[in-house]
């Protein structure tokens, strides 16, 4: 027992900071005195914020980013990417133009299922490509970044909760054919 939580204990039960028993003033009143409220309303505060400075708090530690941030962080790439491969050569349009518009249907459904599980979405920046580059090493670029993301949708499919499956899978799927498709 640490320090703090023995210091909250010994206020309630009217022990006094040099160990002894505080008697009871003769009062037939059952439950805390207003004194031993008084003291835990400033023991307890400061047990709390004591507990939070190591780290864990009361509440146990923080939890890890939702996995789904990431994969619709990848998706806003892959569509600045597609971006990228049609601005350079405007006749893929017909072939790159719906890669781009899925990777932004995905980056949106998977916010809104990281949103319903009750997780806050970072603010959303649109990467841009740093540099124009030819349209064939934009291809490249593009069918590896599809890859990728076919990739790890598919690792984190397998520790997913039954009810994301559905929407990881079918990211992981839809980035696998584009990425066969691209080759």
């Not at 010994?10 to 005195?33: C, E, I, Q, Y």
């Not at 400061?46 to 864990?56: E, F, H, M």
Request: aromatic residues 0%; proline residues 9%; charged residues 15%.
């Amino acid at each position: 027992m640490d320090d703090a939580t023995a210091a909250v204990r010994d206020a309630v039960h009217g022990v006094v900071p040099n160990g002894s028993v505080r008697l009871s003033t003769g009062s037939s009143r059952a439950g805390p005195s207003r004194r031993q409220v008084l003291r835990l309303t400033v023991l307890v505060p400061a047990l709390l914020v004591s507990s939070g400075a190591c780290g864990t708090g009361l509440l146990g530690p923080a939890p890890p980013p939702d996995p789904l941030v990431a994969l619709a962080d990848a998706a806003r790439a892959d569509a600045a990417l597609a971006a990228a491969a049609v601005a350079a050569d405007p006749a893929l349009a017909p072939q790159i133009g719906p890669l781009r518009d899925a990777r932004l249907e995905h980056a949106d459904a998977l916010d809104a299922e990281v949103v319903r599980a009750g997780g806050a979405v970072p603010a959303a920046v649109t990467p841009t490509p740093s540099a124009a580059r030819a349209p064939a090493a934009t291809l490249v670029a593009l069918r590896d970044a599809v890859g990728a993301s076919h990739r790890a949708a598919a690792q984190l499919v397998v520790d997913l909760p039954a009810h994301r499956v559905g929407l990881v899978a079918s990211v992981a799927a839809c980035c696998a054919t584009y990425a066969s498709v691209l080759a």
